[in-house]
């Protein structure tokens, strides 16, 4: 699976848009972006995931750069819930395809 | 959605006992379960990928007579720690692919082991 780099942590106001960034720029053809978030002493949250177009559903949206090599999860209006580590994840969609996780990027939520 | 139990979410053990956790899919099957690790301020690390009817497998580094795993049916996975020590004690996190759908993984909500 490719690498990702991520920054170690951000910070947002709530009710603001909080962008956070992903770097993969070694990333395969076949793999896919994901994202997962993970909530203080909880089991990690699926968000989004895409392999080249821009997606987006009720948590969040995710851009995916021409190139692929970085991509951006937007949440559009932060709340303080979502304070948590968010995850960037490139894998091949596959059976049993495993996530491996990195050290991911501390959003903290401000009110 | 889809919903990953575990239990128990949290146990505080004597060290040299064992320990059982199991991961439940409760509305889906799951032919593969994997099991995390995580340390406190560090992410998750895999252990071991769980397949119902076979043997799981260890990531490198990982004990398998220390980690004993048992996938017996499509909705349950078992992971017992043997002869605990303090060294073991960490928050143990399973997650679940639903059959035929790969492009998401269904987390439980964690176990938190401590091993006195």
């Known amino acids: 699976d490719a690498k990702t780099t991520q920054p170690t942590s951000m910070d947002c106001a709530e009710g603001r848009a909080a962008n956070l960034p992903c770097n993969h720029s070694?990333?395969?053809?076949?793999?896919?972006v994901y994202w997962y978030r993970q909530i203080h002493s909880q089991g990690p949250q699926y968000i989004i995931h895409?392999?080249?177009n821009n997606e987006t559903n009720e948590m969040a949206s995710l851009i995916i750069t021409e190139d692929r090599k970085s991509s951006t999860l937007i949440l559009p209006h932060a709340t303080l819930r979502d304070t948590a580590v968010y995850y960037c994840?490139?894998?091949?969609?596959?059976?049993?395809?495993?996530?491996?996780f990195g050290e991911g990027t501390q959003l903290t939520v401000n009110p | 959605g889809a919903v990953v139990s575990q239990h128990p979410s949290w146990v505080i053990c004597k060290s040299g006992t064992s320990v059982k956790i199991e991961c439940r899919s409760l509305d889906f099957q799951a032919t593969t379960m994997f099991w995390y690790r995580q340390f406190p301020k560090q992410s998750l690390m895999l252990m071991a990928t769980?397949?119902?009817?076979?043997?799981?497998?260890?990531e490198q580094g990982v004990e398998k007579d220390k980690f004993l795993i048992n996938h017996a049916s499509l909705t349950l996975s078992t992971l017992t720690v043997t002869s605990a020590h303090p060294e073991d004690s960490s928050f143990y996190i399973c997650s679940a692919p639903m059959d035929g759908r790969f492009n998401e993984q269904f987390f439980g909500p964690g176990t938190r082991l401590t091993v006195l």
């Open positions: 769980s397949n119902e009817g076979s043997k799981a497998t260890y």
């Open positions: 895409g392999l080249k």
């Open positions: 070694t990333i395969s053809g076949n793999e896919y």
């Open positions: 994840i490139v894998r091949v969609e596959t059976s049993g395809s495993r996530l491996t």
